[in-house]
Each structure stands twice: as C-alpha cells, then as structure tokens.
C-alpha cells in the first residue's frame, strides 16, 4: 500500500529466463510484482547452456544486465559445419558479421550464470523473489487473484503470469478457468499441442583440445546431429540430438533414465564434432551431462482474463537456432509495455480491460514469434538429415546460399523489440545495421491496404487486356498468309525462307518462330517508324528487366518472389511485356512490403556485379546487333538469341555469380579487416554504376532515335496509340505489329512508373525527406529529354539512395 491506494500487483510463477525478465521489467516501470519459484535455489546448477543472440542482448544491455553476460563469455567470431564423416561442408564468420550489424555478440553461456546475474542486479528487489513457493492452484476472482503454494502460503495478485516452462501449472490452470466459462472444445487444440519427435543430450565438459573458444561447430548427420561451442573458462558446451522412433505427444514424451545415458550415446561417439575432435573427446571430459526429449508447441490460448503465459508455457522451439531463451525475453518485454501502457490509462483496470490489453500484446507478438519457432523446429531437420529436401539443402547447398541465411538472420534480428521506457544502450547505437524500432515510423499497411493503392497498376493491366489482345487476334490471320508462302521479302529487298528452322530444335522453333517474324518490319528497317520504335522499346526492356532482378536479389525475396521476374520476363516475351509488367509489379509491390526490405536493403555488390554483366553478353549484345548486323538473315538470328534473354541472362549472372566468387574470396582474405561500412558502401556504389548504365543504355538509344526521325514525324505519331485505334481495322502486318507495339510499350513503362511512385510513397512515409512537385517534374523531365527506360532507372536508383540514407541513420 502507498498513500492508502492499492497497487497493481503482478504474480510471477517461475523463477526463470522469462520470469525473471519480466521481473526486471515491472521494476524499471514502478509496477508491484512478487516470484514464485518452485526450487530452493534460483539458479540450479542443471547443467545447460543458453545462448544470448543480439535480439536478446540488446534488451538485457537495456536492463543493465548485459556487461555481466559479455564477462562470462568469449563471443562467437566463426561457425564450422561437418558432414557425418568429418568433411567440412562450410566455414563462415557469419557470428563476427552479425556483430558488427547489431552492435551484440553471439554469446553461450551456463543458464545457472545466467540467472544467477538476473537476481543478482534486482538488488532492492531481492526480496520480491520467493523461493521453495510451489504453485498449486489459482484461484480467479473478478477483481483479482490468488495463488496458492504447496507449503500453504498463498499471494494476491491483480493478474498472474505463467513463467514456468512446458509443464506449467498455470496454463493448465487457466485451462481449468476457460473451461469453467464452457469453452472446453476451444481447448481440444491446446491439449493436444505438445508433441516431441527429438531428443538431446547436452552437457558441459572441461577443455577440450582442438575446440577454440569463439568458435562453434555444427555436424550435421543422418538422424542425428550436434552442436559444439567452446568458452573462455574452458568449458565446452555441447549438443547430441537424436531422431526419436516416433513422434510422441503430451503425457506420453518419454522420460529418459540419467543411468542409461552412456549407452545412448555410445553409438555416436566417433562421430565428429570437428576436423579433429569427435564426440569421444568431449564426452569423456563431461562435468554434467542430462537426456531429456525435446516438446515443440504453440499453443492457442496464451491469456485469459487476468491469466497469462510467456516464454517456453506457450512456445515451446527446439533449442538449435538458440532462440528458445531470446524469444522468451521478447515475450516478458513486449507484456510489460503492454501492461505499462495499460496502467498509465487506468491504475486499477478491470478484468476486460486487461483482457483487452493481452489480447493486443497477443496480436502484436504472436506473428513473429511463430516465425522464429518454425525456423527454429525446421534446423532441427535440416541438421539432422530428416528428409530429402533438408539432406539435400544441408549437404550440397548449404555453402551457396550462406549469404541469405545471413539476410534472414538480420532480417529477424532488427525486428525485436525494446523495452519502451527505458533508453537504448551504447552498443545499440553503434549498429550498422539499425532495429527497425530505432527507424522512423515505417508506416505498416496491412495486405488489403496494398491491394487497394495497387489498383492503378491492375488497370494498366485491364487496358492491356482489351487493347493488347484484340491487337493480337487481328494481326494472327495476317501472317499466316506468309508462312503458307514460306517467305518474306524486306524492305531492301532481301528475301527471307520462313520455312527452315532456325534453332533447329523443335519446340524453340515452335514458340519463337511467330515472334521473331513480328520483329522483322522493325528490325530490318522496313517501316522506318517502327524501327525507331522497337530500338529504344526492347532498351528499356533490358532496362526494366535488369531492375526486376535486382530487386530479385534481395534477401526479403522467398525462392518464389526470386523466380518472379524469371517467370514474368519470359511470359512477356511470348505476350507482351505491356500486359506481364503490370501482374509483376502488382504481385511484387503486394508480397514485398517495405518493412520486409528496410532490415537489409542493400544488394550485394557480386550479385550487381554478375547481373550487369549477364545483361550485358545476354540482352544488350543481341538488342544491338538486331539493328546493326549486315544482312537482314543474321539481324533474324541475332533476335532469335535476343528472345529468351529472361531464362539467358539469370543462368549467365549465376554461372558469372560462381566463377568469381574465388576471385572474391581472395580479395576477402587479403583484406579481412573490411567494415560492415565499407562493405555497405561497395554495395552501393556497384548498385549506383548498375543504375546510371542502365540509365545510359537507354537514354543514349532514346537520343540517337530521335535524332533519326524521319521528316513529318512526331514522338507522338511514334510512340502514343490513338485512343480509337484499336477498335479500327487494321491495314497490313506492318501496321498492326506497330500499333500492338505502342500500346506494350505504353502500359509497360506506365506500370513501371506507378509501381516506383507506390514504392517511393513507402519509403517517404518511413521517413525519407523529399518534394514530391520537385520528385515528378524531375521524373516527366527525363522522361522526355532521355525516354521512359532512362528515367525509370534514374528514379529507381533515386529510391535505393534513399534506402542507403535511411539504413545509414
């Protein structure tokens, strides 16, 4: 009591990583809080490690917590993956990379030190945890509630916490409560939840030659796996994980017999934990070792009316991915901003007040944190081998892809939260890689808000249906006359053989053969206007396309958002670029939102590099020898190389991608000390050269157009489709490809332009600073002066600069 006023008291049941989080929590905001701990000791010596990602270290250097943890440890630098015979499948300083973006270190340490170091710095809040106080039952009222202890004593609250692991007796307490209300068939799920397919024998050894401190070893093996990480005290902690039989759920997850571990594990012991030490090696030196099968569950119900749950009591990972323990502390977090904000409206909130405020903190939580779960269960596979797929992935590819686990990895980090009352600590600050709660407002919209501000982009699309196709039903009947003909004879009177093949493989010829054909008045210079036309057109098509992969590359892409403009880019080939672009844009500008971009936005410098190039030999060399080669034959042929430049260009940017990363690697180690700064900048400058080349590509082309335009001409005449035009008759084959053509090129670019303006729109509300009146006149300006392609790459390269200030910040 203060003053006579009652204070809003929490009960926390669980002495644990969560608890005690929590506990921290409620003590730096001024609200009342006791712990229940069911052991006589707050830190019990049970032998297990714990590792601290910079998600979770970044709150605990808030709480004042974190310089201890840093003492106790020797953060990770390296990480080494082995294959079930001892080969090293990868060496990679991703831990060292990581630190260097957010500012904390991958730290292992003993979970008896860790919590030893939370109840040491409650210091005037000793008292408040209370030990050998076995949680019995709750009892739940309207105004409060009660719990009461195996000793007899029992404590009012104002809400109780369930911090008390997969077995908590608060959960099922709550269930109890729920179920009192007739809402037990919403609980069949949650009974069901806790399910256990592997289990562990992890343990702490003494040193262990050959077992550096600062580096971590991975061995991933057929059912089995392990997981090694050696300390600066010399302790060695380690992980064996098996396949079970079978997948067992609730009350029938075995429990293991201490005495029968030996020979669990005896099978195992010559497998390797490294190039030089196995398993035998660490085993032997064992201080502590302990078998317990893994539970993984997400349950529904994590709160209900003044009852709550937090850390393992309602989601329960696999300890691989060392995000059990952080997404514990996230968890005590987030409830305590809640709460704080609660209580700030309303000192003595009722029952459906607080009910409202858990069922936001819920919503506000749940989404990642099912995420990081599902990744963390998944490594367990993948490590252990358990289908195809993850042997595949963890055998052979694995190496080629380290650079998006990296991605993700940030990806995931920079989206944790804080604790909002309490400011950020000094290694925070210094991340080059800044949390997306340090950011400005990035102004979040949900899926159908992005579906709506997408709609002028799907009307491009609608324009191109009932412009674009009546154009291609018109034209079809006027070339069959000439392929029944076999020939066609052009401008300069060259006579081409329709009939012969040109790929001389039977399906190429099939589907491109037609197309090609189209090319031909322009390509040969036979319609003059549509020369012009398709010159700068099929620029700005490699333009626009090398933008699609570039966007492609970043690490927010899913294996499917990457195949996108793969998949997109060969459709347009076959139908026009004018009704594909905007299906793209829209699928893009919907899947991709910014705040998926804004963690790690850059693309990196060897993918730029590789692209540019691949465009180069796969897109631009044909574009220009369609216009440029000596005989009408050969122009023919260098557009039937030019046709699958979609599929072309990708597989030469990979194949380019693999050769040089030797030559990358090299250089890396010749200059090993290069800053995530630096490696920023190298991104962008190659982002910067691969904007202002596409831009020149297409603007020197848009140029040396139309200073070749023929007398009486207009860009209007050349470029705009009549509004009418295609509802009227169409003269000759000429004159309908040329037609078709102004209404691709139109619809592609304006597509274009509306999904950079969306795109800029985000990144304007998430704090970027410019004129839009100065952005737009910048914009039609180039347009005009050096064509649509040469101002949509200027505009898209305008918006990653401002991405790279606001990653800068």
Not at 168 to 186: A, N
Not at 307 to 323: E, L, R, W, Y
Not at 379 to 389: C, F, H, I, Q, W
Not at 652 to 675: C, D, F, M, W
Request: with cysteine.
């Amino acid at each position: 009591m203060e003053g006579g006023e009652k204070k809003f008291r929490v009960l926390i049941v669980g002495g644990s990583v969560a608890g005690l989080t929590l506990a921290h929590c409620l003590l730096k905001n001024g609200i009342d809080f006791v712990v229940l701990e069911a052991n006589e000791d707050i830190a019990p010596p049970v032998g297990a490690s714990i590792g601290i990602l910079p998600n979770g270290a970044r709150i605990l250097d808030q709480l004042g917590l974190f310089d201890d943890v840093f003492d106790a440890v020797e953060p990770l630098q390296r990480s080494s993956f082995w294959g079930d015979s001892g080969n090293l499948i990868m060496s990679s300083d991703t831990p060292k990379i990581l630190t260097e973006r957010h500012g904390y270190s991958i730290n292992f340490l003993e979970r008896q030190t860790l919590l030893q170091i939370f109840y040491s710095h409650l210091k005037d809040g000793h008292h408040k945890v209370l030990l050998k106080k076995r949680v019995t039952k709750v009892e739940h009222h309207a105004t409060h509630v009660t719990a009461s202890c195996e000793d007899g004593t029992s404590y009012q609250g104002d809400i109780i916490v369930g911090a008390d692991g997969i077995r908590s007796s608060v959960r099922r307490q709550m269930w109890d409560h729920i179920d009192s209300q007739g809402l037990s068939k919403s609980l069949e799920s949650d009974r069901n939840a806790t399910t256990s397919e592997y289990d562990c024998v992890f343990g702490i050894s003494k040193e262990t030659p050959g077992l550096v401190p600062g580096e971590s070893h991975r061995t991933f093996g057929r059912d089995y796996s392990f997981l090694t990480i050696a300390n600066k005290d010399g302790h060695v902690y380690w992980f064996f994980f098996t396949k079970m039989r079978r997948r067992y759920q609730n009350h029938e997850i075995p429990r293991f017999n201490p005495a029968e571990t030996d020979k669990h594990v005896a099978p195992w012991l010559h497998k390797p934990l490294s190039g030089s030490v196995c398993f035998k090696d660490v085993y032997e030196k064992a201080l502590i070792k302990t078998h317990l099968a893994l539970e993984e569950a997400d349950f529904t119900h994590w709160h209900r009316d003044r009852f709550v749950c937090i850390g393992d009591s309602i989601h329960k990972m696999t300890p691989n991915a060392g995000q059990g323990g952080n997404s514990a502390i996230e968890s005590a977090v987030t409830l305590a901003n809640h709460l704080t904000e609660l209580l700030q409206m309303n000192s003595l909130p009722r029952t459906d007040e607080i009910n409202k405020c858990f069922q936001a903190w819920e919503k506000v939580r749940r989404a990642r944190v099912t995420k990081i779960m599902a990744a963390a269960n998944d490594l367990t596979r993948l490590e252990a081998g358990a289908t195809l797929k993850h042997r595949i992935i963890g055998l052979h590819i694995l190496p080629y892809i380290r650079t998006i686990l990296l991605e993700r990895s940030s990806a995931d980090i920079v989206g944790a939260p804080r604790l909002k009352s309490v400011p950020l600590g000094p290694r925070s600050l210094r991340a080059t890689m800044p949390y997306l709660d340090q950011m400005k407002d990035t102004h979040e919209t949900s899926f159908w808000q992005r579906g709506m501000m997408s709609l002028p982009i799907w009307a491009c699309f609608g324009l191109a249906c009932v412009t674009m196709t009546p154009y291609i039903q018109k034209v079809r009947p006027l070339i069959i006359p000439y392929f029944l003909e076999g020939q066609w004879t052009a401008g300069n009177g060259d006579t081409l053989d329709l009939r012969g093949p040109i790929y001389n493989i039977g399906f190429m010829d099939r589907l491109f053969k037609p197309l090609i054909f189209c090319f031909l008045p322009s390509i040969s210079g036979t319609d003059p206007i549509s020369n012009i036309q398709m010159r700068t057109f099929i620029t700005d098509v490699g333009t626009v396309f090398g933008i699609w992969m570039l966007e492609s590359y970043r690490t927010c892409h899913t294996s499917t958002g990457a195949l996108l403009p793969i998949v997109a880019g060969t459709a347009f080939q076959l139908n026009g670029i004018g009704k594909w672009a905007p299906i793209y844009y829209a699928l893009e500008y919907l899947l991709v939102p910014l705040q998926k971009i804004l963690p790690s936005p850059q693309i990196e410098s060897a993918s730029t590099i590789s692209l540019m190039m691949g465009l180069l030999i796969g897109a631009y060399v044909p574009t220009y020898m369609n216009f440029t080669a000596d005989t009408v034959e050969s122009r023919r042929s260098w557009n039937a190389i030019w046709q699958p430049f979609p599929v072309i260009v990708p597989a030469l940017a990979s194949i380019i991608y693999r050769v040089g990363k030797a030559a990358l690697k090299t250089n890396k180690r010749a200059n090993p000390q290069e800053s995530p700064k630096a490696r920023s900048e190298q991104n962008m400058f190659w982002t910067r050269a691969a904007y202002i080349s596409l831009a020149a590509i297409s603007g020197i082309t848009w140029i040396k157009c139309i200073h070749s335009m023929p007398v009486g001409s207009s860009l209007k005449s050349i470029f705009w489709p009549s509004l009418e035009g295609h509802t009227q008759p169409v003269a000759s084959f000429t004159d309908g490809i040329a037609r078709f053509l102004q209404y691709d090129q139109i619809l592609a670019m304006a597509s274009s332009f509306v999904w950079l303006a969306l795109r800029i729109r985000e990144v304007k509300h998430s704090g970027a600073s410019f004129s839009w009146a100065k952005a737009t006149s910048a914009l039609i300006g180039a347009t005009f002066a050096l064509g649509p392609g040469a101002a949509f790459a200027l505009g898209w390269g305008w918006k990653e600069e401002l991405l790279h200030g606001m990653a800068s910040l």
